[in-house]
């Protein structure tokens, strides 16, 4: 069925280095997707989102890019810090016939950040 | 930013006794809440959607009258764990709209730990 998947399950990156993180998507009709940051224990905090009619958009040491063509969107984490250190999913939430039902998310299966001091 | 409350945070009880958790939006109110499950090392799989006033809509595969929902306020929404077994041990965690804003996402709790003893 349709599902959201990331490439990496772990990443392992040494502080100041700048993270990327990648998400591969199959549902073409998805038209908006976000990603979350979970800390052990803790609930997804929302970092950063992005629609499907816009290929970068940038945020404080954040940055989601999509290619729609391939389907492909990935987070890019500048200057990563050891508070960075968490699992990160992408989400998109899917628009059908009567809309996108915001709020209502496929997650994808999460990469592990560990950020080295 | 939004803040959405869940109680407990964590729970222990015995097999076969029920659970309800408690999800709360504080400062604003919530239309619709979403009730997810994650286990240990794996991604968010949405279980229901809660609307308030109305029925919950429940994914496939989830049995709605082993996880009752209500959604009586603009508030709260509850989540009941019927009959609990060991295999109803996990994380679950809701999130919760700003039913005043349109196209935004959805703000999580900080999640529930269930564990059937």
Redesign the interface.
């Known amino acids: 069925g349709e599902s959201v998947g990331l490439h990496l399950p772990t990443l392992s990156v040494q502080e100041g280095d700048n993270s990327i993180i990648n998400c591969a998507y199959s549902n073409s009709a998805s038209d908006?997707f976000?990603w979350?940051k979970q800390e052990s224990?803790?609930?997804?905090?929302?970092i950063i989102?992005i629609r499907s009619n816009m290929d970068k958009r940038q945020g404080q040491r954040v940055t989601v890019l999509l290619n729609k063509t391939v389907k492909h969107l990935s987070l890019q984490i500048a200057a990563t810090q050891p508070g960075d250190s968490a699992v990160y999913?992408c989400a998109e939430n899917i628009r059908h016939a009567g809309g996108?039902?915001?709020?209502?998310?496929?997650?994808?299966?999460?990469t592990i950040l560990t950020v080295h001091p | 930013?939004a803040v959405?409350s869940?109680h407990p945070s964590w729970v222990i009880c015995k097999s076969g006794t029920s659970v309800k958790i408690e999800c709360r939006s504080l400062d604003f109110q919530a239309t619709?809440m979403?009730w997810y499950r994650q286990f240990p090392k794996?991604?968010?799989?949405?279980m229901a959607?809660s609307n308030e006033g109305s029925k919950a809509t429940y994914e496939q595969g989830v049995e709605k009258d082993k996880f009752l929902i209500n959604h009586a306020s603009l508030t709260l929404s509850t989540l009941t764990v019927t009959s609990a077994h060991p295999e109803d041990s996990s994380?679950y965690?809701c999130?919760?709209?700003d039913g005043r804003r349109r196209?935004?996402?959805?703000?999580?709790?900080?999640?529930t730990?269930l564990t059937v003893v």
Request: proline share 2%; glycine share 16%; hydrophobic share 35%.
């Open positions: 908006y976000i979350y224990g803790k609930g997804p905090q929302f989102d999913f996108t039902s915001y709020g209502k998310l496929t997650f994808g299966q999460g | 930013g959405v869940q619709t979403f794996q991604s968010l799989m949405l959607t994380f965690i999130s919760a709209r196209n935004t996402e959805a703000f999580f709790g900080q999640g730990r």
